[in-house]
Every structure is written in structure tokens, then in C-alpha cells.
């Protein structure tokens, strides 16, 4: 059975395609940098939306504050730009959020190559038991 998008999901989804294209080329603070728009979601209401953001090669704690507050200052532009792109009454209100699930990743990854390593380093020490 095919599933069933509300309109909020699909508002989001061109949503999401469309403010990652509107960052990249419109955009012009440096302070923002490369971002990734991960994900968006849009209340039922369609009046305001939380947009999922990494900023790629950034690990500063200061300077990705002051990339996320870039973006929220610049919302007002983006609402708009959407506005021309996307064919709906309203655009939602854009609420920019730093998202560390890809961080949160790259460290559980980590964790988890350094766990192997450690056991496969303690069977290659271990003398193999011979059976006679």
C-alpha cells in the first residue's frame, strides 16, 4: 500500500530542497559557511518550521553559534526568496536548529572502531589453544 504524505510533509520536502539551494547561492554572510540542510519539519498549522542544519568541516562550538545565528538573521530573506519559489499562501516562519546527530555519528563510530580494535588486538596477543 503506498504511503500517505500529509501536505506538511510535502511543504517540507520543497522546502528543504529549496532553502539547501537558496544557501548555497544565495546567501552571501560569510559567517555562514558550507551548510547541509538535513531535514525540515513543518507544523500541521504550516505557520512555522524547525530547519535541521550541519555545517560541513565545523567543529567550533563559537563558531557554529555565530553560523546558526547568521542563518536565523537571514530567515527573513530565505522566507522570502521561498515565497517566489514555492507555490503555497503562506511560507512558514524558518527556525534554524544545529543538528548533531551527524556528529553524534562520526563520535559512536569512532567509539565503535576503537572497541574493535581493541578486541582484535587482544586476540592476536592471546596464545591459540592447541587441541591434541
Known sequence: MAKEFHRAD?????????????????????????????????????????????????????????????????????????????QIRTIPRLQFRYDETSVRGQHLSALIDKAVKSDQKKSDDEPEEQND
Open 10 to 86: 510535502r511543504v517540507a520536502d520543497a522546502m528543504r530542497r529549496e532553502l539547501a539551494r537558496l544557501i548555497q547561492h544565495e546567501v552571501r554572510d560569510p559567517r555562514v559557511g558550507m551548510v547541509n540542510v538535513n531535514d525540515v519539519e513543518v507544523s500541521r498549522d504550516l505557520t512555522t518550521a524547525k530547519v535541521f542544519v550541519t555545517l560541513v568541516g565545523e567543529d567550533d562550538r563559537s563558531k557554529i553559534d555565530i553560523s546558526m545565528d547568521a542563518l536565523n538573521k537571514a530567515a527573513g530573506f530565505l522566507r522570502s526568496q521561498l515565497a517566489k519559489e514555492i
